[in-house]
């Protein structure tokens, strides 16, 4: 890790009294002529960036193996040196990636071909490999900011993972003992016992052990609640395995950025990865100062990728990259920017940008690098071309860049109206409700974080929501109990975390069973504390659906009233009396409160329960428009970000809760619209209440002052 004196917190670089965001290019040198260069630099100063990030290919720059040409001397685009030169002439900072690996869509992802033969923690890889860091970190460490360079942030290798479909025995995945069964040695303390009762296997040596993937069992194109899940027997095999390609990533680049500071380089160290689920975000952070996602999202995220919602595919991304870094960082390493040449996405209209970019920033994105900000040989539609010139792109790019420095999001906080509880076993192996509680809190237009359960952290929310199966490790679970114990509430539906990871039941928090399940024709009204709402649609045939049904609860009961006008459709005949039964309850633990709710989760039950617990600080009610609320910790301003995810245009009602947000609802503010500039005042009951017109696929977003 770098010094304190250098460091990187909330996706800004600080350096003396140098505090640099982390928005940036990425501009490949040695695939855009030389001569050509200043133009690009122009390019890239006049829309807005001072921050240039770039690969360094270690196959292109050896011009024999263990020979480096890093001075133009065999060919002028390998004149790395006059690239960092030219660069601090111009006033640009610089992020260097040099890997090993870079990928980057060029021929052995940027390694010599002999090293492409072997797995990435090969011994014989790891010294092809330091040969070469030493090299390049030894051009690069006099150009650092530390040294009065322009060098201000170092990558370790690249999307680090194990290439097991090339090399499963290498790695010993399969049928060779090696670095899968050293983990597990690791993991379980060389206890083979607690391996096989965790397993459920009668395995004779650590060496028998084979890691296991669940695409055999489980469709990963099927949205997350249709999966087919593995058997109970291999859940945990699982978990297991997926923490050791987690384990596989980190090591490179532990190992790597070991080897750069030992070679001189003392700026912060970043590493990134495609995905937090795949990657170990929360201990790679262990290792560099900064991790950052990759993000890649289809047409204003209308489409289809790991799940049948790019919407949420991305805003998972970025959310769970928010949960697992370190010092308030969310930054995105690679983030779109023209068309990625592997994936066919079709045409990407230039307004694409910008609500990708205003969506993720109003869901917690403090920083992002433009990958790739100037076209290249396999890379279109950059918005500066490999002349220097804009295309159509390029205006739209000036415009985000300019509502960055207006809103300054490495300065916001969400106010998150509650956390979503997520557990990695879970997400991967058995999901449990996660997906239906996300669509709820979505359609429920609620704003939410993620609280990662498994990163050894305790939740700065106090209102959790519990999202996975009926199962979690106890160890995760005492940290639940602890968390609601100190004073916080945990609201779960239909799951709860009634088991550890080998079927024991967990005793602290003393859930209560139901004793039946009860079928009901819509509408009925549900009753929690001093509210209800109506359920007027949902389940089989959007007019019927069950609820858990307690004879006795511990606590406050939350009760379900039947309606006589409900028909049952076959037949159209309904009920011939109300009846009144209970469906969930709340509790106290310690100083803190339990909220089940036995039914599955809905968008209105969500709004009953929070309302009661403490409020909602914004609300809309049109579908598909969604809404955030940060506050600025400098100016103590608070930021309304309102999302319109309809392709239309839509004039909605926002409803803000003033006393949640700490305004006086008598009191008077300023409010103002984006960059506009355009201020007015306005009282709290019309601030309380805003009309809004927003434009179809775009985000809005408003200063409030005080």
């Not at 300054?408 to 239906?436: C, M, Q, T």
């Amino acid at each position: 890790m770098s010094s304190d004196s250098i460091r990187v917190v909330r996706s800004v670089l600080h350096y003396g009294t140098n505090a640099t965001p982390l928005i940036s290019g990425e501009f490949h040198y040695w695939r855009n002529h030389i001569e050509q260069w200043p133009e690009i630099f122009s390019a890239i100063r006049k829309l807005g960036l001072n921050v240039i990030a770039t690969y360094v290919p270690w196959n292109f720059h050896e011009v024999e193996p263990g020979q480096y040409d890093f001075t133009g001397k065999t060919l002028m685009q390998r004149n790395l040196r006059e690239f960092i030169r030219q660069t601090a002439a111009e006033g640009f900072q610089l992020i260097v990636r040099p890997g090993p690996y870079i990928y980057a869509e060029w021929p052995f992802g940027g390694v010599p071909e002999r090293a492409a033969k072997l797995h990435r923690l090969d011994p014989r890889f790891l010294e092809m490999a330091r040969h070469y860091i030493d090299a390049v970190a030894a051009e690069l460490a006099p150009f650092q900011i530390t040294r009065g360079g322009n060098i201000i942030l170092c990558q370790a290798c690249n999307e680090a993972y194990p290439p097991i479909e090339s090399f499963a025995e290498e790695i010993g995945c399969f049928n060779k003992s090696g670095l899968f069964a050293d983990f597990l040695r690791n993991k379980y303390d060389n206890n083979l016992e607690l391996l096989n009762r965790r397993w459920q296997s009668q395995l004779e040596s650590f060496d028998e052990a084979q890691i296991y993937f669940h695409e055999p069992y489980v469709n990963t194109r099927l949205t997350l609640g249709e999966r087919l899940l593995p058997a109970p027997q291999y859940r945990m095999r699982y978990a297991d395995s997926m923490e050791f390609v987690g384990w596989y990533g980190t090591e490179i680049v532990r190992i790597t950025a070991g080897w750069l500071r030992e070679a001189g380089i003392d700026v912060p160290i970043c590493g990134n990865g495609w995905s937090p689920l795949y990657q170990n975000f929360t201990a790679m952070s262990e290792v560099v100062d900064v991790v950052g996602c990759d993000v890649y999202p289809m047409p204003n995220f209308e489409g289809q990728q790991q799940t049948e919602d790019d919407w949420f595919y991305v805003m998972d991304i970025v959310r769970q990259t928010a949960a697992n870094s370190n010092n308030g960082n969310c930054w995105s390493a690679e983030f779109q920017s023209g068309l990625y040449p592997l994936r066919s996405v079709g045409y990407l209209p230039p307004n694409h940008f910008s609500y990708m970019t205003m969506a993720l920033i109003a869901r917690g994105l403090r920083g992002w690098n433009w990958y790739m900000l100037v076209t290249r040989d396999n890379w279109p539609n950059a918005p500066i071309n490999e002349w220097g010139r804009p295309n159509e792109y390029f205006p739209i790019h000036q415009e985000i860049v300019a509502n960055a420095r207006a809103l300054e999001p490495w300065l916001l906080d969400e106010v998150a109206d509650a956390s979503l509880i997520v557990y990695k076993p879970h997400r991967i192996i058995d999901p449990g409700n996660f997906e239906s509680l996300y669509r709820a809190l979505e359609a429920a237009d609620i704003a939410y974080d993620y609280f990662d359960i498994g990163s050894g952290k305790m939740p700065t929310n106090q209102r959790l929501i519990y999202a996975g199966s009926d199962w979690i490790e106890r160890q995760a679970a005492e940290r639940l109990a602890e968390f609601v114990r100190a004073g916080g509430t945990m609201i779960t539906f239909s799951r709860f975390p009634a088991y550890d990871e080998y079927g024991n039941p967990l005793e602290m928090f003393d859930f209560t069973q139901p004793d039946g399940a009860r079928p009901v024709l819509l509408p009925v009204t549900v009753r929690y504390a001093n509210g209800e709402v109506e359920l007027t649609k949902g389940g089989h045939m959007g007019k019927k659906v069950n609820f858990c049904h307690y004879r006795k609860v511990d606590g406050e009961a939350i009760r379900l009233c039947t309606n006589t006008t409900a028909r049952e459709l076959l037949v159209d005949i309904g009920a011939s009396h109300p009846s009144l039964f209970t469906i969930g309850y709340s509790r106290n633990l310690g100083a803190g409160k339990l909220v089940v709710i036995g039914s599955n989760p809905a968008a209105e039950l969500l709004k009953l329960v929070l309302r009661q617990e403490g409020g909602i600080a914004a609300q809309c009610e049109t579908p598909g428009v969604l809404t955030t609320v940060h506050r600025h910790t400098t100016s103590g301003d608070l930021i309304l970000f309102v999302t319109n995810r309809n392709p239309d245009n839509r004039q909605v009602a926002v409803k803000l809760d003033l006393t949640r947000l700490g305004l006086d609802p008598e009191g008077t503010f300023t409010l103002s619209e984006g960059i506009s500039g355009k201020v007015k005042s306005i009282s709290g009951n019309e601030l309380a209440q805003l009309l809004l017109n927003l434009k179809g696929y775009a985000v809005t977003w408003l200063r409030i002052g005080k």
